[in-house]
């Protein structure tokens, strides 16, 4: 029912079968994917109970940011099914109010101990161009990636690339994924996926990976952590149905499947212009695109494939609510005069089933602020970021930040960034990188310099430290 | 110019520069809708010919007529699908341009022709489909029409049924 089966850029296979329960119900899924996509493939919105008012929850972000998808599996509540993979004959349960505690709990096994010279947490555009310059000096050093896949949210990505032929432009985002990781195989760069880095202590990063303890010792630190989808306050914004617009990217462009059958679509920046053809793409209606400001904020030029195919786009437009019993049925937009006030009367009720949200991106600085680097909050940039100098260093000596975790911007920018922080690293080790590390500040500047960038530039500025 | 930022679209006459018929008429030619300072050059680094020009990454595309020789090496590769080939070819209308949708309608059929709203402004016929991309099902799709004057407002297509 939810399955894309055929696609004008990507194609799907599966992994072997898999089978496993949920609240006693047998589910089937396939080898590789997650609980919570395996359990929305097979038709299933709801994944907990609010703890207040046992309002129906669904997931929200896909990728492991936000808590919205939180199941018991095997006993042991608070899972983020999202990002868990399926293994054969997995109990699932859904989660009512706060989550039944275990009926018991396995001891905690010996912490495992790693040591390497660089750690880069994030495997997204930033971190994995980083190896990729690590590999080419013979660096020992670790990924660490949260998610069962390398590559962020490139992986998602089927639109061709912005920017100049170094920053691959032209190529699909997936397909520039699938290059930094091949490059890094057999190399003195490892990885390791499924793991959460929850702590930076001194020069020891704290991981949990499949009920292991690991400690990572290093030298250097990456953090390339990325960002998270902002959710906006509206009656029925927890509904299930309503989904950041990167998620409904993850599940039809990682996983194959649909989202929904018709889609209102919330912001009309990059991403919501972006996913929205994505969505056409998928074989989805997108009844519309709502953009509260009274201009696209995105390029003109994706506004322009939408608007080709029919969709109309609505500025000075917000949405004021999403109904439905168990699963979204309506959503009702507004318009808005020039304070930002809803027009009385001015209701358009729309038939959906998806309401997607692409209203920002709030940096993931979780582990900075754990660290002691020091952050500011800058609007222009998404929120609490790290300060940090031209070498990309934080505050914190030799803990260096690339791409969205440092301010939110492109996946090019974000390579960029990622090819900075390491030939910093470089440099403080010893190796002749000045030359190469000032050209890829030239191609930031570069990329920097159009109108769309001004604000990021300004916000740049309230960021930088010695 | 129509107030493009609010409503995601361009109207035929604020297209910012139309090749003069005689060139047209004699091949197809890029035309160019990308309107904004946006950091993005692959149509200026693809070109075999450097027909089309840009003031820094930054600029907007600027395609020499004279010198452009119809290739569509531009169109397979913007990443906005904001090029186009027009020309016009016995006395019809063509125009290519960049389909990434499923069901890529086939030699000869004949298609709805949209506008830049996505609304129907006639009929045409399938001249050509290519597949630049190896990998995906993107397609470059030539459609001709009767009424030349559609060279500047066809920008999509539908299938009939």
Redesign the interface.
Same mark, same amino acid.
């Given at each position: 029912m939810r399955e894309i089966n055929i696609h004008p850029i990507l194609q799907f296979s599966h992994g072997k079968e898999l089978k496993f329960t949920f609240d006693g119900t047998t589910v089937k899924a396939y080898k590789g994917e997650t609980v919570a996509m395996a359990l929305y493939r097979s038709g299933i919105d709801i994944f907990s109970k609010s703890p207040k008012q046992h309002r129906p929850r669904g997931m929200f972000c896909a990728i492991g940011k936000c808590s919205s998808c939180m199941m018991r599996v095997n006993g042991i509540p608070n899972i983020r099914t999202c990002i868990l993979p399926i293994r054969e004959g997995m109990i699932v349960e859904k989660q009512e109010r706060f989550g039944k505690l275990p009926d018991y709990i396995e001891k905690f096994r010996e912490p495992v101990e790693i040591d390497k010279e660089v750690t880069v947490i994030g495997s997204g555009p930033a971190g994995l161009s980083a190896a990729n310059i690590f590999k080419e000096f013979g660096i020992k050093t670790i990924i660490i990636e949260e998610n069962p896949q390398l590559g962020g949210q490139l992986i998602k990505q089927t639109h061709k690339f912005f920017g100049s032929e170094k920053e691959k432009a032209g190529t699909r985002g997936f397909e520039i994924a699938q290059d930094l990781i091949k490059n890094i195989e057999n190399s003195t760069i490892k990885f390791i996926t499924n793991s959460t880095a929850f702590s930076v202590d001194n020069n020891t990063i704290g991981v949990f990976k499949d009920n292991q303890y690991i400690k990572v010792h290093t030298k250097y630190l990456l953090i390339a952590t990325g960002a998270a989808e902002k959710m906006i306050p509206f009656p029925g914004n927890d509904i299930p149905g309503v989904f950041g617009a990167g998620a409904a990217q993850t599940l039809m462009n990682v996983f194959g499947i649909k989202p929904g059958n018709s889609v209102l679509m919330v912001g009309a920046g990059n991403v919501g212009l972006i996913v929205s053809y994505q969505l056409l793409q998928a074989g989805v209606e997108v009844k519309a695109v709502v953009e509260a400001m009274p201009t696209i904020g995105g390029y003109f030029v994706h506004a322009a494939k939408l608007r080709r195919f029919g969709v109309p786009i609505l500025t000075n437009t917000t949405i004021k609510e999403v109904n439905g019993n168990l699963r979204v049925e309506k959503a009702i937009t507004i318009s808005l005069n020039k304070r930002f006030e809803e027009i009385p009367g001015t209701e358009i009720v729309w038939d959906v089933d998806t309401v997607c949200l692409s209203t920002g991106l709030i940096p993931s600085v979780n582990l900075l602020a754990q660290a002691g680097s020091k952050l500011k909050y800058v609007p222009s940039l998404g929120g609490f970021v790290p300060l940090r100098n031209n070498d990309l260093e934080t505050t914190r000596e030799n803990i260096f930040v690339a791409g969205d975790v440092a301010g939110i911007e492109e996946a090019s920018t974000a390579i960029l960034e990622g090819h900075i922080a390491a030939l910093a690293i470089l440099e403080r080790m010893g190796f002749e990188t000045k030359k190469s590390k000032i050209e890829s500040i030239k191609d930031l500047n570069n990329l920097r310099s159009s109108p769309f960038s001004k604000k990021i530039i300004e916000g740049l500025k309230e960021a930088e430290c010695e | 110019m129509n &107030?493009?930022?609010?409503?995601?679209?361009?109207n035929a006459e604020d297209i910012i520069s139309f090749p003069p018929l005689e060139i047209v008429e004699n091949h197809p030619v890029a035309v160019s809708?990308?309107?904004?300072?946006?950091?993005? &050059?692959?149509c200026v680094? =693809?070109c075999p010919v450097q027909a089309i020009s840009m003031e820094?990454?930054?600029g907007i595309p600027v395609v020499n007529f004279e010198k452009c020789t119809g290739c569509s090496m531009c169109v397979s +590769?913007?990443?906005?699908?904001?090029l186009f080939l027009v020309g016009i070819r016995n006395g019809k209308g063509l125009v290519t341009l960049p389909y990434?949708?499923?069901e +890529?309608p086939s030699k000869g059929e004949k298609v709805i022709l949209?506008d830049?709203?996505?609304?129907k402004v006639g009929t045409g016929t399938v001249e050509k489909v290519f597949y630049p991309d190896k990998?995906?099902? =993107?397609a470059l799709v030539t459609i001709t029409f009767d009424n030349i004057e559609l060279i500047k407002i066809v920008?999509?297509i539908k299938s009939i049924t």
């Open positions: - | &107030n493009y930022l609010k409503y995601g679209y361009i809708e990308c309107i904004q300072e946006i950091p993005c &050059n692959p680094t =693809s820094g990454i930054n +590769v913007c990443p906005g699908l904001a990434e949708m499923l +890529v949209l830049r709203k996505g609304q990998n995906t099902k =993107s920008r999509n």
